[in-house]
Nanobody, 127 residues
Framework: VQLQASGGGLVQAGDSLRLSCAASRRSFSPYVMGWFRQDPGKEREFVACIRSSGLTTINTDSVKGRFTISIDNVKNTVYLQMNSLKPEDTAVYYC?????????????????????WGQGTQVTVSS
């Protein structure tokens, strides 16, 4: 299974973008899909994740109130709606999927909680 991320680009501060991530196989049914971001030289940072049930977890420190994650289970596509973008949101954004169940949701805020990764899409926010 491959994850294909798209929707990145160059925008100005205050603008919006919507990232999409589609799984290559329609029969693929991950338990959780998520978004991470990474700046060069930094660790991959958790942004948001969503279970197939629709339950979401957001990185409240950095994106709360601005980013929203959603999923279309029929299309096997997860979206990240990013509003009020800031220069510090500049990064490569990666989508990921996990078929593992963890009783603690905190595992899904770590890259090690995921089995599949997309290729990344660049988001650049100018001031």
């Amino acid at each position: 299974v491959q994850l294909q991320a798209s929707g990145g680009g160059l925008v100005q501060a205050g603008d919006s973008l919507r990232l999409s991530c589609a799984a290559s196989r329609r029969s693929f049914s991950p338990y959780v899909m998520g978004w991470f971001r990474q700046d060069p030289g930094k660790e991959r940072e958790f942004v948001a994740c969503i279970r197939s049930s629709g339950l979401t977890t957001i990185n409240t420190d950095s994106v709360k109130g601005r980013f929203t994650i959603s999923i279309d289970n029929v299309k096997n596509t997860v979206y990240l709606q990013m509003n009020s973008l800031k220069p510090e949101d500049t990064a490569v954004y990666y989508c990921a999927a996990s078929r593992r169940y963890y009783s603690s949701g905190s595992y899904y805020t770590q890259p090690s909680g995921y089995d599949y990764w997309g290729q990344g899409t660049q988001v650049t926010v100018s001031s």
